[in-house]
């Protein structure tokens, strides 16, 4: 297994990825439904569940942001190799995880001691997806080992400078988790907001046309 | 993150789009299943669970048909860049939420107040695919920004007249739904199956053999 | 939406529908459990849910050869037009409703009455999938319509006599299964069996090496 | 069905692996969770989960690595004939049943007698899987039957000594688990990390740079 696997065209890495992407940021949905016993008050029972919806929409977004990282990645890359392959694997491991304390924070936001774990439980695994993030990225542009020949330099400092600050900024909002729940969860939904819809992008859109 | 994504391949927009409207449309068959205690009767138990099938076929052709513009429209287009990925994401988004009120129409249909809300909470969602989906449309149509050299100002004309029509019907429908909220599933009905298996298809296909 | 789809590639098709296949194939492992308060006696627990394990390998192996008769199919077109993508919609229609009897059969096997009903529901949407599966083949080898050129008349045959066999296949396990339910099953087994792993080709596969 | 299904691009043999090998990894998490109550101790109830992270850990690397080979081998052959379809189906199939011993082992560990049965369960599905893996890599090299031109016979030799020391560890796993269960799921771990994160490649990857 070890000379076999040298290098190979990046398409199937990315098909995989993107199914495992897919699902999680479909699965999201399956944790959301109203209590037994809602059809007294449905409107009520929807409304009751906003935790859920936001927890949904955070996870989404920031799933969705990672999505587009790794397009962005990729797309900077001109072949794969073993260790990049497992590397990956690391990131899709860590994105996997996430409808699990997606699901706890949707549960237990509004309660306070168990809303505190919650939110630091899933702070960390977004650390983690972070984290590994930056491995792939630093492994495949570490002295441009993977890269394209066209990729610049200056390219490949923005992409570091975008990927760094999540980083912090996840640190953070553990940080800020442990004593304010609540404000870890608006530190994670500006985040998702940012990294997903920079306003920035639509603006330079609207220019050009 | 601004700069270094400038343009892309549309292939992985596709396959990533592809992967998240197949689970979609294939999760939906989870919340299908009888009542425990069914043995009895299980031909009863299973004509029972109507108003779920239902909901899952108005869902399946609805999603399908979306499947078949969003198809459509890459189709017509020659590349994406950063703000037509994000905007494809929040396509996604409202798409991948749409189990969440079948769920509740299958469960609260003949339910006359909580039937009420869940048609017209369904209503409001398709309403958003409806709209994230023109969105996307105009966007990338908007002075031929992303269009393929060899689409013609008619098909743009024609894209356009098939997407305006969903966004009035499902306004429409969710009107309806307020006070005849059994006439609005009957809407989504009509309009899913108007969209996914148009006579006119059929008969210019017969017509052509 | 009328002249603006005429034809496509074939891949997106293709991509989706291995997406929803992935996915229902894959899904019917989640209906697989033991009962609560198994712990003492796992190995029985675990015995004892052998029609779950059988309906699972019968709706694999289906599912299964339903994918390959897919890949014969496209093999032998050269794109797609809107009314065969219409048509491939209502084939995955049918194919990712049957996880719903899957979970009956494995659910009420063994259990006189609920059997037979679960049994001839299994069937009528098997059958289902069947004629939709005729109608794409149909729709697209009628006068060549979508063929390859290089299809040969020959192969053409050759499918349709493949594909017309499940048909009477599924109806005499159907009339079967009203009186003899067990008998059914295992006509669904033999049939699945004998589309996903003809014994034919690894005999030739083992003549030619 | 015979004479028309010879050879095919490999291209949708892999996305259709690649669906269900992402949708089998990413359904573990599903079975993740607290028990209800837990919002007193959270932290404690996340913490008492152990036996379900450890689990997951161990399939998810476990369907890494086989997704690893699996990409390994495609990337050996050339074409697909339809045995190599057939015997992929029946990888497919192992791997796809996996998460339901998994779910056994997660839940029983700790217990001991049904902790014996669910890893010794686990251990002979592994086993299959590595057995199906196998058979598949065999049919496809033997006598070069679809491998690529430029696949050495060093690189044949060196894919076999990759894949037959894991139907050893499997077997020697299960014997081991019938006495010690809890060695048995350790071994389980060593491998999943063994294949699918060696450090010697990433002591190659940091060599070369």
Redo the contacts between chains.
């Keep these: 297994?070890?000379?076999?696997?040298r290098e190979?065209p990046k398409g199937?890495l990315?098909?995989?990825t993107?199914?495992?992407?897919?699902?999680?940021?479909?699965?999201?949905?399956?944790d959301?439904?109203?209590k037994a016993g809602?059809?007294?008050?449905?409107?009520q029972a929807?409304l009751d569940e906003w935790p859920a919806y936001l927890a949904?929409f955070i996870s989404?977004?920031t799933v969705?942001a990672f999505?587009?990282?790794h397009?962005?990645i990729?797309?900077?890359i001109r072949e794969v190799?073993?260790?990049f392959?497992?590397l990956n694997?690391?990131v899709?491991?860590f994105l996997?995880?996430l409808?699990?304390p997606t699901?706890?924070v949707a549960e237990?936001l509004e309660?306070e001691?168990?809303e505190r774990?919650?939110v630091v439980?899933y702070g960390i695994v977004l650390l983690l997806v972070a984290v590994s993030f930056n491995l792939l990225w630093r492994?495949a542009s570490?002295?441009r080992?993977l890269l394209n020949r066209d990729t610049s330099d200056?390219?490949v400092r923005?992409?570091n400078d975008?990927l760094t600050p999540s980083l912090a900024g996840y640190v953070i909002a553990i940080a800020v988790g442990i004593a304010f729940p609540t404000v870890a969860v608006v530190l994670f939904l500006v985040m998702a907001i940012f990294?997903?819809?920079?306003l920035?992008?639509?603006r330079?859109?609207v220019r050009?046309?």
């Excluded at 809602?38 to 409107?43: F, G, N, T, V």
């Excluded at 990294?195 to 920079?198: K, Q, S």
């Design positions: 297994m070890r000379s076999v696997i190979y199937r990315e098909a995989f993107d199914g495992v992407i897919a699902i999680v940021i479909t699965l999201l949905v399956l959301l439904g109203v809602s059809e007294d008050d449905l409107l929807i949904y989404f977004f969705g999505w587009l990282r397009h962005t990729t797309n900077n190799d073993t260790a392959l497992r694997l690391l899709i491991f996997s995880f409808p699990f699901k706890l237990f309660q001691d168990a774990v919650a439980f492994y570490h002295k080992r200056d390219e923005e992409l975008a990294i997903a819809l920079p920035g992008t639509f330079a859109a050009q046309s």
